[in-house]
């Protein structure tokens, strides 16, 4: 998977804002702590430093959603970031994105904090960021 699936795959993913550049995943892929996990259908981009890891970003291709991909992708970054020696998990998703969150609170993800307005929208307002964490041991 390149950075240019990876942008591709996101674009298709998320409508709602911004997507993520070729160049945006290539800069984060050249550091060494960053990671991705999965493919072209689905993927991770997560970041480990020290015992923490955090999850960057996680994009399914709409045509393969619902497949139990992500599901898949997510217990595959966590044992990867396990294996680096991460403890914790974090991660942010949209207040407004109820399958994310269902999928992140069935992998044992629990919230947080709060981010108000944290995800600017294309169009109408901007979402608040849910914070949540999980253990990796």
């Not at 493919?39 to 997560?46: E, I, S, T």
């Not at 898949?72 to 407004?96: I, K, P, S, Y």
């Amino acid at each position: 998977m390149t950075p240019a699936d990876m942008a591709a795959t996101y674009a298709a993913a998320f409508t709602q804002s911004r997507p993520w550049s070729t160049q945006e995943f290539q800069t984060l892929l050249q550091s060494p702590h960053v990671f991705a996990a999965g493919d072209q259908r689905a993927f991770a981009l997560v970041r480990v430093i020290a015992d923490e890891a955090e999850l960057l970003t996680i994009a399914t291709d709409p045509a393969f959603q619902r497949q139990g991909l992500a599901r898949q992708v997510m217990a595959g970054w966590q044992a990867e970031a396990a294996r680096r020696g991460a403890v914790t998990a974090f991660l942010e998703v949209a207040a407004d994105n109820t399958p994310a969150i269902n999928l992140y609170e069935s992998c044992g993800f629990e919230s947080c904090g709060r981010r108000a307005a944290y995800y600017q929208r294309t169009q109408g307002q901007a979402a608040d960021a849910l914070l949540m964490q999980r253990d990796l041991r």
